[in-house]
């Protein structure tokens, strides 16, 4: 009731138990995930997203303020402390995995104090930090960029997810045996990814002559989808357009095209539908070495705010039906054989 303007002009508090008005007071409040926020209260506010930062926007707030803000709390000046670009890049790189900056300014703070001691025991010069100097400082990589392999594999798709650390690549494994028509699901999905499955592989069956495909294919085989990284849980809708291009490599023996990710929710209609997250995924595309995406035609009015290093190097394909969006990811059969 404390956000409701209608009951929280007497509102009484559990400790003071006196009522007092709320009723011209604007709350402001922030979370870096919306899901777990109940319904009542998301109701009662107003939602605005706030993009993730990218790469260069974290390098540049980190050289102007993250930075100069841990040489002065730990009495440090310019001329004792230099932390090159790339020393910044391998930090963001390997030891922060999120949308914003907290992990990135412990970590400036951690490397400034191994500088703070250095200084205090005696040492005179000015110390340089480079990228090459921060495993020796910190340990080992915390996290590692999921890249795309250099060949495609028959019914694996990378696919492009939203969650609360930014975006991330999602691959998406289709295989096939003998068995008695059952689909197996794995990878901690969520009960939306998993009808996401069943709606692509309905699909698929429904429209087998579209894929040049005969009812033959789908008889006595058991089907097994997954998603790697089986103790993440993942789920929603967005990924029903990587299912299906999965398990439409997996049935016509075609590789999907290299470099190629893609992300974009389906209906039994062969709709694709729009997403959200769209910077994030492209900006986990950009870093993964992904040089087409796939996306839903109805996306295609969020592209306009892009930050310019994903236009410049990121082609984007827009498709409103899945068929043409399947006919453009994969390779001739031709192609594939040569390979």
Known sequence: EVLDPEQNDTFSDYYLELPF??????????????????????DRMEIINLPGYTDLEKLAIAKRHLIPKQLENHGLKNSMLKIQDSAVKALIDG????????????????????AARKIASGYKKKITYVGEDIPKLLGPKKYTREGLARESTIGVVPGLAYTSVGGE???IEATSMPGTNTLTLTGHL????????????????????????????????????????????KDGPSAGITMIVALSSLFTGRKVKAALAMTG????????????????????????????????EENKKDTVDLPLEIKKNIKLKF?????PAVK?????????KKK
């Open 95 to 114: 030891y922060t995995r999120e949308a914003g900056l907290r992990n990135l300014e412990r970590e400036i703070a951690s490397v400034t104090r191994k």
């Open 190 to 233: 969520g009960d939306v990814m998993k009808e996401s499955a069943k709606a692509a592989l309905s699909f698929i069956r429904s429209n087998a002559e579209e894929f040049g495909l005969s009812k033959d294919t789908f008889e006595k085989k058991d089907l097994h989808i997954h998603v790697p990284s089986g103790a993440t849980p």
């Open 169 to 171: 690549i999602l691959f």
């Open 319 to 323: 498709f409103s039906n899945v068929l």
């Open 265 to 296: 929710e389906i209906t039994l209609r062969g709709q694709i539908l729009p997403i959200g997250g769209l910077k994030e995924k492209l900006l986990a595309a950009y870093r993964s070495g992904v040089k087409t995406v796939i996306l839903p």
């Open 21 to 42: 008005d709320l009723s011209k007071v604007m709350f402001i409040t922030t979370a870096n995930w919306l899901e777990p926020i109940p319904a009542v209260l998301r």
């Open 328 to 336: 453009f990811a994969l390779e001739p059969k031709s192609k594939t």
